[in-house]
């Protein structure tokens, strides 16, 4: 398996633009984390699907940001619009129910709003 | 409120010296464990992990965890660094039967050659 794949690597967009973050996930994982990574706050949990199921979505800063998960091998997140505030690196993992061997994350998007 | 604090926000080393990186956390109930490593410009990664057992925990490239439950601490060791150690450390905890996982702030490890 390719591990947790993630596109784009990099991102510059300009405010007010909208921005997709896309994940997929290890093949028969059943958990999907998107989680963001500054300096000032680490890593933070933004939302997690079990089964494509959207279960805990409380990290969501604000309705800017949504997420989805249409099948098993697929999610994004979304900002619309974007802020500078939001330029930070977002990590999606997934893992198997029992987190037996953690979680497994993407190479990362870091996102960069001028 | 529930958290997980590493003590440490950055650590500086040399080569060949001892290292311990401190985890605790404040979940009632019983948990799993995790520690993982960030290397620059790289995703994280699983260093080493307690779900039950023998509290000391041997995981990759040399390092080990002593889960001390009294304590409600996890702390990282290694007995002798090296230049290729330098990255940044992330303690995490699951709550057994809860689905997500919430990780410290991370320590940065530097280690000079």
């Known amino acids: 398996d390719a591990g947790v794949i993630q596109s784009p690597r990099h991102e510059v967009t300009e405010m007010g633009q909208e921005v997709t973050l896309r994940c997929k996930p290890i093949s028969g994982h059943d958990y999907l984390f998107w989680y963001r990574q500054t300096m000032m706050r680490g890593l933070e949990l933004l939302i997690y699907?079990?089964?494509?199921?959207?279960?805990?979505d409380s990290g969501m800063p604000e309705d800017r940001f949504s997420a989805k998960m249409p099948n098993a091998s697929f999610s994004t997140l979304k900002i619309q619009p974007s802020e500078p505030r939001d330029s930070a690196v977002y990590f999606c993992?997934?893992?198997?129910?029992?987190?037996?061997?953690?979680?497994?994350f993407g190479s990362g998007t870091r996102l960069t709003v001028v | 409120a529930q958290s997980v604090s590493q003590h440490n926000h950055h650590v500086i080393l040399s080569e060949a010296a001892s290292l311990e990186l401190g985890c605790n956390y404040s979940?009632?109930?019983?948990?799993?464990l995790f520690w993982y490593v960030q290397y620059p410009g790289q995703h994280l990664q699983l260093l080493l992990k307690?779900?039950?057992?023998?509290?000391l925990v041997k995981g990759i490239k040399g390092f080990e965890a002593e889960f001390i439950k009294s304590k409600f601490s996890f702390n990282l060791r290694k007995p002798s660094v090296q230049w290729s150690d330098t990255a940044e450390y992330f303690c995490a905890v699951n709550q057994v039967h809860n689905n997500d996982m919430r990780f410290g702030a991370g320590t940065r490890l530097t280690v000079k050659p």
């Open positions: 979940y009632g109930g019983t948990v799993n």
């Open positions: 699907f079990n089964n494509n199921v959207p279960i805990d």
């Open positions: 307690y779900f039950s057992g023998d509290p």
């Open positions: 993992a997934s893992s198997l129910a029992g987190f037996s061997d953690g979680y497994t």
